[in-house]
């Protein structure tokens, strides 16, 4: 099981931002085709929160 964790840095919440897609997608990618990885759980740093939303800039 890999345990995969969001953590967006200088942010009291995270956000679902073209970079950490940048950092995330390929990471997803490399854990699916990782034959000892039969599962992913992601998680956040941020406590009380997941991903607080989109950020549009």
Excluded: Y
Excluded at 21 to 43: A, R, W, Y
């Amino acid at each position: 099981i890999a345990v995969v964790q969001f953590n967006q840095e200088n942010s009291k919440v995270n956000t679902l931002s073209r970079g950490m897609m940048d950092e995330f997608v390929p990471l997803f990618d490399h854990l699916q085709n990782d034959d000892k990885v039969k599962g992913i759980v992601v998680i956040s740093a941020k406590p009380g929160s997941f991903i607080a939303g989109a950020d549009i800039k």
